[in-house]
């Protein structure tokens, strides 16, 4: 197989396996905010608070790693 056709197959692994990643790590985030809300239904507004913030971190870095992999295959 010739460089390029790996740096496209790279590139399509990679970017699938970051939003595999982002789809199970916002997942979980959501899942832990409504447990929180279901515990402490007055705490509701700091807990979703937090979780914007986290998601967003997350989102942030889901989309350097699709980046990169689309920087992979211009290449």
């Known amino acids: 197989m010739d460089p390029k056709g790996l740096a496209f197959l790279g590139a399509g692994l990679g970017a699938g396996l970051a939003l595999i990643g982002t789809g199970i790590g916002i ?17 509701a507004g700091t807990i979703q608070t937090a979780m914007l913030v986290a998601a967003g971190l997350i989102e942030g870095a889901a989309l350097f790693a699709l ?4 920087l992979l295959y211009s290449k």
């Open 27 to 43: 997942g979980r985030l959501a899942a832990s905010a409504m447990d929180g809300i279901a515990r402490q239904p007055q705490s």
């Open 67 to 70: 980046v990169i992999c689309f």
